[in-house]
């Protein structure tokens, strides 16, 4: 093989990994942008509807914590399709759910199985995609998360509207099932270091901290920030429909995701080129300024045109710097760490994903409505510039 052919992006095992990520994320922010409304529906607090919203990001910390050193010991291949299995298999269960706490088990079991796949699912692609061109082929395998952000809600809202909960889960079901066919289809222990020479760096490994079986310490900063702005977006995933609601704007909220795919579909291989050429700093500080000065906006005053203009600026934040960030982390490890390092990365957005819903809820009361909840995302997004600055002064 020559080196232009190793440097091709557009492979066969690209689009069968890009088909797993566009799936299994499909599944989440589908059901993710309507669990709470169906939470609520069944007479449940904002701060609980949160927490069914959450939790799902919450199993799914769980299994990335066993994840990242799973897939060093027991390989990709195995954790990827169990993982991936459970996954599918929960989506089933959701049909025979009838009340709250159920929901919350079944959610956290889905979540389970959504974190460790996701984990192997970007850890596989870190192997498959090309070194010298990573930071755009990197984009064009995240344009799997971004066409799942901008159609899961407006499916998931679709499908809720017209056929109640019964065909979202249905849908999601169908989803699982591709995701888990496009995975089944890779030659994975091609792409697996343990299974192309199993003795490499075996004595590191053994040698390795309980702290170090969990977390790659250097890749900790970058994840610590790009947790806060995912609390921004969280905030908008998981309650922009019960906001748009209370300000009646729920035709202008309805289109906000598909603007913010689209921007993100035309500026995430920009970003990817700019980041390869020019450094991280660029990419990672206007995300976050332009991620809070858009919350804000929408808070201050809710109009058609700031949700369009935060569509625009949390593509920018959160939607970027989740691609420039896993690009970061990755290419800051070794090949041995490399699991780790997106492990440590997902674990740190997992836990804000998963616990901001319920955390940005208490916020809510009948008086003040929902505004206060995007003053502190606002806030707490910002809170993210100096540890940005800090981590990318290199």
């Not at 799902?56 to 169990?82: H, M, Q």
């Not at 390795?208 to 977390?215: G, R, T």
């Not at 934040?317 to 760490?337: H, M, Q, Y």
């Not at 809510?364 to 600055?389: E, M, N, Q």
Request: charged share 10%; with cysteine.
């Amino acid at each position: 093989m020559n080196a232009d052919e190793n440097e091709k992006i557009f492979t066969k095992s690209f689009f069968l990994i890009f088909g797993a990520l566009l799936f299994t994320a499909l599944v989440m922010y589908a059901l993710m942008s309507t669990v709470t409304e169906h939470a609520t529906a069944m007479g449940s607090t904002a701060t609980i509807a949160g927490l069914v919203s959450g939790i799902y990001v919450f199993g799914g910390l769980c299994s990335r914590i066993y994840s990242g050193n799973a897939l060093d010991r027991v390989g990709w291949r195995k954790i990827a399709l169990t993982f991936m299995s459970i996954h599918f298999f929960a989506c089933f269960l959701y049909f025979f759910v009838n009340d709250v706490t159920f929901l919350l088990i079944v959610r956290f079991i889905h979540g389970i199985g959504f974190g460790a796949s996701a984990n192997a699912i970007v850890t596989i692609a870190s192997a498959i995609l090309p070194k010298k061109r990573f930071g755009e082929a990197f984009g064009y395998f995240m344009l799997g998360t971004t066409i799942a952000v901008g159609l899961g809600p407006y499916i998931g809202g679709f499908l809720y509207d017209n056929f109640s909960s019964f065909g979202c889960f249905a849908a999601a079901t169908l989803f699982c099932g591709i995701a888990l066919v496009c995975m089944s289809l890779i030659d994975i222990n091609k792409y697996d270091p343990s299974k192309n020479n199993p003795n490499n760096n075996k004595s590191e490994k053994d040698s390795y901290s309980l702290i170090e079986k969990v977390f790659e310490i250097k890749a900790i900063p970058v994840s610590l920030f790009t947790a806060l702005t995912a609390l921004g977006y969280v905030s908008i995933l998981s309650f922009y429909r019960l906001y748009a609601a209370e300000i009646n704007l729920t035709q202008a909220f309805s289109w906000f995701f598909i603007i913010y795919s689209i921007c993100l579909v035309l500026t995430r291989p920009l970003a990817g080129k700019i980041q390869d050429n020019h450094g991280d700093m660029i990419i990672c500080v206007t995300g976050i300024i332009a991620q809070s000065a858009g919350i804000f906006l929408i808070a201050i005053a809710p109009s058609y045109v700031t949700i369009f203009i935060c569509a625009i600026c949390l593509s920018l934040g959160f939607g970027t710097l989740n691609s420039a960030c896993t690009t970061i982390v990755t290419r800051n490890s070794s090949e041995t760490r490399r699991p780790y390092a997106l492990s440590t990365f997902f674990i740190f957005c997992d836990a804000t994903i998963g616990f901001g819903p319920a955390l940005l809820g208490m916020f809510v009361s009948a008086s003040t409505g929902y505004a206060p909840l995007y003053y502190v995302a606002s806030f707490i997004t910002l809170l993210a510039l100096p540890i940005c600055i800090y981590a990318l002064r290199k």
